[in-house]
């Protein structure tokens, strides 16, 4: 019942275009209940096809999962190899549901440290998608804010090499952005954490410069489509201000321009 009363009164305002979550609490999900974390990652995955179905009903543009970070490497290889093998399986088990809803699926990281069966299928998956014009779904895998600002400095160098870039003015934000692993994606008007952590976790540093966080004390396996709906709402009711008054804010929102969603 709530579902439907808080997705009628979201979708009567502005939505944010891009919603950026980290998944944390998988583990502790499954230590709460004296089970394995890879129960708990296995639950997770149950939650990542409500989260994408409740972004397509409500039409959201974008949607960018921490799916696993540059870090998560060190973690114990058996929970490791758990993780590859459970998306693979998920992506062989979703791809034509994913097709129905008309998502679009891109992935961000540094996917050539990826085992070659996880990257085949997942380059199958967005090739096969990219055609969609539903939600966007951008799963960072194997990602770190980190090494993608130092992946861009690299590919500007080369192209400094290359002599497509002369001149120390040509740098500006816009065009560094581009060579982001983002490049092309709007940023994140919203980030969601779950779990309770509030922290970034190396994600998405650079494009996160002015996103609007919300943490909620729940673990990723036990967000529900009402949370997402909740987080939503709490974000229209914010004032985003780029630095300005809000004084200044209110009289371009007069002025019909849609200030307060960026
Ligand atoms: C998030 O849950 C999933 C990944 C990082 C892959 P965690 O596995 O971090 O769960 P906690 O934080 O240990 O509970
Ligand atoms: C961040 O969660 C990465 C993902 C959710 C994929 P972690 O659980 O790895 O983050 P830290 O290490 O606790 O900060
Ligand atoms: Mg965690």
Same mark, same amino acid.
């Given at each position: 019942?709530?579902?439907?009363?808080?997705?009628? &009164?979201?979708?009567?305002?502005?939505?944010?275009?891009? *919603?950026?979550?980290?998944?944390?609490?998988?583990?502790?999900?499954?230590?709460?209940?004296?089970?394995?974390? !890879? /129960?708990?990652?296995?639950?997770?995955?149950?939650?990542? #096809?409500?989260?994408?179905?409740? @972004?397509?009903?409500? +039409?959201?543009?974008?949607?960018?999962? /921490?799916?696993?970070?540059?870090?998560?490497?060190?973690?114990?290889?058996?929970?490791?190899?758990?993780?590859?093998?459970?998306?693979?399986? =998920?992506?062989?088990?979703?791809? =034509?549901?994913?097709?129905?809803?008309?998502?679009?699926?891109? !992935?961000? +990281?540094?996917?050539?440290?990826?085992?070659?069966?996880?990257? +085949?299928?997942?380059?199958?998956?967005?090739? #096969?998608?990219?055609?969609?014009?539903?939600?966007? %779904?951008?799963?960072?895998?194997?990602?770190?804010?980190?090494?993608? *600002?130092? &992946?861009?400095?690299?590919?500007?160098?080369?192209? @400094?090499?290359? +002599?497509?870039?002369?001149?120390?003015?040509?740098?500006?934000?816009?065009?560094?952005?581009?060579?982001?692993?983002?490049?092309? *994606?709007?940023?994140?008007?919203? $980030?969601?954490?779950?779990?309770? &952590? @509030?922290?970034?976790?190396?994600? $998405? %540093?650079?494009? @996160?410069?002015?996103?609007?966080? /919300?943490?909620?004390?729940?673990?990723?396996?036990?967000?529900?489509?009402?949370?997402?709906?909740?987080?939503?709402?709490?974000?229209?009711?914010?004032?985003?201000?780029?630095?300005?008054?809000?004084?200044?804010?209110?009289?371009?929102?007069?002025?019909?321009?849609?200030? *307060? $969603?960026?």
């Amino acid at each position: 019942m709530m579902e439907q009363n808080i997705k009628e &009164e979201i979708m009567a305002v502005g939505l944010p275009e891009h *919603i950026a979550i980290i998944m944390d609490g998988n583990g502790r999900w499954a230590e709460k209940r004296g089970l394995d974390r !890879v /129960y708990g990652h296995k639950q997770g995955v149950d939650t990542v #096809k409500s989260i994408v179905e409740a @972004c397509g009903e409500i +039409g959201l543009k974008y949607l960018t999962l /921490y799916t696993f970070s540059i870090e998560n490497w060190n973690r114990p290889k058996a929970e490791v190899n758990a993780l590859m093998g459970l998306m693979t399986d =998920a992506i062989v088990r979703e791809t =034509a549901e994913l097709m129905r809803q008309g998502v679009r699926v891109k !992935v961000i +990281g540094n996917t050539k440290d990826l085992p070659s069966d996880v990257w +085949g299928k997942l380059n199958e998956l967005i090739e #096969k998608t990219a055609p969609n014009t539903g939600v966007t %779904l951008v799963l960072a895998l194997s990602y770190g804010a980190r090494w993608e *600002i130092v &992946e861009a400095v690299r590919k500007l160098m080369a192209d @400094c090499e290359q +002599g497509k870039v002369n001149r120390s003015d040509e740098v500006t934000e816009e065009m560094f952005a581009r060579y982001l692993s983002t490049a092309g *994606i709007p940023d994140p008007d919203l $980030l969601i954490r779950t779990s309770g &952590e @509030c922290r970034l976790s190396n994600f $998405l %540093l650079w494009q @996160c410069a002015y996103t609007e966080f /919300y943490f909620i004390d729940k673990f990723w396996p036990d967000f529900e489509k009402d949370d997402l709906y909740l987080a939503i709402r709490n974000f229209q009711r914010r004032e985003r201000r780029f630095g300005m008054t809000g004084q200044q804010i209110k009289m371009r929102s007069d002025d019909g321009d849609n200030a *307060i $969603l960026g």
